[in-house]
Structure formats: C-alpha cells, structure tokens
C-alpha cells in the first residue's frame, strides 16, 4: 500500500464469516488487512456444509414467503430466547448477501428460471439456496478465498496460513494486536512473532471437538472463544450446543465422520428404528422436519429405549422412498457429495437405509457481541459461529448459519467506520482456573481450581459426551465439572494449545449448563425438564481478568446461587 493506511486489521479464521470480513475490510483504501488462519483457507466448517444458505428472495416472496415468515421460524426454532433485532437484521438482510455472492461468482443451482429453492427442518416454506447440490458451503468457499487471493495479488490482503493466534494482545483494557506461531516452524525453535493492529476480528468458528462425535473438522476447537475469555470478553449461552441428528454412524464407517444434511429429510428421507418402523410422527407434528434439537432427543430416546431392552441401538435414516418417487437416479443427481460418500463407504442409500445418531454440530453461544460484532473488550470483534449476537436463541434454525455469517461479518466492517462506544454486557464472573476455596464454600459462579494431571483430547471428549451431550443432568454435570478441574495440558505446541482451549471451553459450558435449571431449546436436562419463567440468558466474564462489572443478570446470578 502506498500511504499509511488508518487502521490496520487482524481477521482471525477462514470460514464464511472471516473471509467475507476480509475481503470487504480490504476493499477500503484506508485499511490494511491481514487474514490469519491456523490451516489452510479451505479448512474450516464452512468448506464442509452440505445444506444451504437461507434468503426469502423475490421469487419467494411471489410464491408466498416473507421475511417475516423467515423470522418467526427463526424465532421458534430457538424458543424465543433469540435476540429480536438481530433476527429482524438476519432475515432482512439475507437477498442482499446473496446477490453479492452471485456477483463475486457464486453459481447457485437454478430450476424453470429461478433458484432451486429447498426445504429444510423448522422452516414454513421453501427457502433454501444450494450451490452444487449438497456442496454449497464449498462452492461459497471457493469463490471467496479466489477473491481473497487477488486481493492478496493486489497487494490489499495479507494471508497467513498455517498461522495460530496464541494469545490476543492488550494495552490496559484494549486490544491492539495478537501473538502468532507458524504452526509449521514450531518444532524448530521458532519464536512467536506479536503483530500491532487496531482491531482483531474473531471468525473462528466453533468447538465441536469438544464431543467424539460431532460434524465439524478437526480444526473446530473452541479457539476464538478461548482466545476472548482470557482477553476479559464477556462470553454468553454457552450451554446451547445444536446436535445434529443425522451423522452416519462412525460405528459403521471405521470411525470416519459424516454427516447427512438436513435436505435429505427435506426431500423426504424418514427416519425408522430398527424394525424399520417411523417414530417422529408420533413424537412431534412436524415429525422429521421438527427442530434440530427435538430430532435429536427423539433419536437418543429411541437408542436409549433399545438400550434398556437389550438390543443394538440403532436408527436409520431411511431416504429408499424418496428415489422410488422422483425417480432413479435422483439422490446422485440432488445430493452428489452424499451419494459418493455413501457408496465409498460401502453403503447404496437408494436401496437400504443408513445408521444414523446425533453428533455435535454447531454452537449457538460464544463470545457476546452487538448486531455489529463488537464484543465488551475494545479493538475486539467477532462474528460468525464464534460470535454470540443472540439471533439463534437456544437453537439454530437450519441453514441460518452461513446468512448469518455474511450479514453480521459485513455490519462489523461498517462498523468500524464509527466511534461509537465499547458496549456493556450484563455478566457473572466466573473463576474457571482459580482456586475457589474448600469445598463446600465455593462462591457461586466459580469452576474448581485447575489441575495438576495430564489429559488428552479424547479424555475431555469422553467426560463431555457424557455429561454435556444431547441430554443432561445436574449430577453428571457436577462429576464432568470435578474431573475437568483436576485436568491440565502438560507440554506447548500447536495442537496443545487447541486441546487446552477444549479444555477451558469444556469447563465453561459445564459451568453454563448446570447454571441453567431448567430445559430449552438445545439445552435439555432430564432432572429440570420445566421450561425457564423468562427470557433471561446466561453471560459470564473472566473474574481472573475483570474486575466486578456494573450489572448482572438477577436471573442468572440468582441460578448460580441456588446450585449447590
């Protein structure tokens, strides 16, 4: 760039969200941008979603649709707990994201004229874009990192891939930078490097790998989140954490991860217990289109009932009706990703169904931001999955989730031309790695001191899957946050610093869903299955970094004292 440029830019991740943050930063004459990912441009959640982006355009509007349909299913599939102005800004600003893809290149599948519009759980109408059939998210990703890397040509972006934050850096109160490893230089001494910017955007996506079964790639570990909680920032809903209810069982494919988009029951795959006998209809009137978060409960139901009497626990996702009605030749054609998939991994789902079983799938909690990305600790942004700005509620609606990337990702870049004040969010401290006194005398809203013993990945993601899973309950959460507490990570590197932020975000969300006692949304326990009295969420901050905030929550700090 030719002129110091006002405002240098760290955009951290390589997903939907942090590629369209950078390209848009970018495109500004006054901003130089660097674009930070710990893989490369394509690993990420993004590259990996099957189903499609949501937008109620012109042509479903003249079919019957509308925006505010659009956001009354999102309004319901999270149980109201969603922040409303943030849903009317998701669901508003979705055709104008849409027509920027198609304008940077994104060809999304056509029919008679239109767009191939589909249906998917929880939505009242057909509203789904797909790019490639069942490939949109890569064929999105596609087009952004092509944009980013002429950018990059022009001397407008800087990339740096095989890049992790370590460590975000702070003046006082303010960010003003970040400490980055080259993950590939690591093992030959290589020292961190620090590097000055005015703001830090977040985009890194969730922590599935906080579960054994979960959907995400293995880079979904919780960074950014962890990142944030040791900068002060205040994280909220930290208990909601979407199941999918459809990954091929990892017991039937050598331990290999896959899942089954939603579109497939969209076009009419059902899911039947082992005798081959459909159970949603009699458990929900939407039956396998229902919620994400009600289909999963429905399918740990059945395989704990089948448990109980003795049996193999399985379900299947049966999709042999749809190709014998539109015709053969039809899932291949619909979805081709799934269909190759499928059959290299031994199965022909047009003639026999598949074994299916919830997986984690997407994290609706994060780090608390306004509807324009800015989080409670100044120079710090975040947007994307790793963001909380309160539009899923307790549960995701799906297909919501690359919208919701672009439409906040691009309120965070325009944000940045305003001076307008840090917000303040309502938040419990929490001590999550402090000694909190004997037992007994633990003051509510702290996490048991952190532990002296070694612990792996798969340690944390036993004791979350058992206690943290689809359903819950406070005497498993109280074991899961005890065993937590006596864990450390032993050594440095690359992949300990993702394991050990596993293990910060594995005691927060424990600390979160014992907090809440009561059932909602993606949050189910099985000893407080009553609904919440309000709409009050759950937020904490780091009582290690902040000192006592002006507010609280009365609902949640009133929960954090009645635990016992």
């Known amino acids: ?88 800004l998701l669901c508003e600003g979705a055709a104008r994201q849409v027509a920027t893809l198609e304008d940077w290149g994104v060809a999304f599948d056509r029919r008679g004229g239109g767009f191939s519009l589909g249906l998917e759980g929880a939505h009242s109408a057909a509203r789904i874009l ?5 490939r949109t998210g890569a064929g999105i990703a596609e087009v952004l990192i092509r944009v980013a890397r002429r950018l990059s040509e022009a001397g407008r972006l800087e990339i740096l891939e095989h890049t992790m934050v370590q460590r975000l850096l702070k003046d006082g109160n303010r960010v003003t930078g970040v400490e980055v490893m080259d993950v590939r230089t690591e093992a030959e001494g290589a020292v961190p490097a620090q590097l000055d910017t005015d703001v830090v955007i977040l985009a890194t996506g969730g922590a599935g790998q906080l579960f054994p079964a979960t959907t995400n790639p293995a880079t979904a570990t ?33 331990g290999r991860p896959f899942m089954i988009s939603e579109a497939v029951r969209g076009e009419g795959a059902v899911l039947v217990d082992a005798a081959g006998e459909r159970f949603m209809p009699a458990l929900h009137p939407a039956a396998e289109l229902a919620p994400r978060d009600v289909v999963s409960r429905c399918i740990h139901q059945q395989l704990r009932l089948q448990e109980e009497r003795g049996l193999v626990p399985q379900v299947f996702l049966d999709a042999t ?115 909190a006194g004997p037992a007994g005398t633990r003051r509510a809203g702290t996490v048991p001191a952190a532990g002296t013993a070694p612990c792996t990945r798969k340690q944390i993601q036993t004791v979350m899957a058992a206690a943290a899973g689809v359903v819950r309950n406070g005497e498993a959460l109280r074991e899961a946050a005890r065993q937590l507490a006596q864990w450390h990570l032993p ?63 009365p609902t949640s700090q009133r929960i954090l004292q009645e635990q016992p």
């Open 130 to 134: 797909h790019a490639g059939g069942d």
């Open 222 to 254: 919780g960074d950014g989140v962890a990142l944030a909680w040791e900068a002060g920032a205040v994280l909220a809903d930290l208990e909601f954490i979407q199941f999918h209810p459809t990954l091929l069982d990892p017991a039937a494919t050598g």
């Open 321 to 435: 009706g749809v190709e014998r009605e539109k015709g053969t030749g039809f899932l291949a054609a619909r979805f081709p990703l799934i269909d190759a998939t499928v059959h290299s991994l031994g199965f022909d789902w047009a003639s026999q169904p598949l074994p299916v079983r919830p997986a984690s799938h997407y994290w609706m909690g994060g780090v608390q931001t306004d509807t324009d990305g800015r989080t409670s600790v100044p120079g710090l942004f975040a947007v994307g999955e790793v963001a909380c700005t309160g539009v899923h509620g307790a549960n995701r609606l799906a297909s919501n989730s690359l919208l919701e990337g672009l439409v906040f990702a691009r309120r965070a870049v325009a944000a940045l031309d305003r001076r307008d004040s840090t917000p303040a969010f309502d938040a419990v401290r929490l001590d999550a790695g402090v000694s």
């Open 1 to 88: 760039m030719n002129s110091k440029p006002a405002r240098r830019i760290a955009v951290v991740g390589s997903g939907i969200a942090g590629l369209y943050a950078a390209a848009l930063a970018a495109e500004r004459a006054d901003t130089a941008v660097m674009l930070i990912t710990k893989g490369s441009l394509a690993e990420s959640n993004t590259w990996h979603a099957q189903g499609g982006i949501t937008a109620v355009t012109a042509q479903g509007i003249a079919a019957g649709d509308s925006v505010a349909a659009h956001m009354a299913d999102t309004l319901t599939a999270g149980a109201q707990l969603n922040d409303d102005g943030a849903v009317r």
């Open 491 to 553: 050594s440095t590197g690359a992949a300990v610093v993702e394991d050990a932020a596993l293990l910060t975000v594995a005691r927060l969300v424990v600390a979160a869903a014992a907090a809440r006692q009561n059932s909602i949304g993606a949050h189910f326990r099985s000893d407080h299955s009553q609904a919440p009295a309000d709409r009050a969420r759950i937020a904490f901050v780091n009582a290690r970094t902040v000192a006592a905030p002006a507010r609280y929550f």
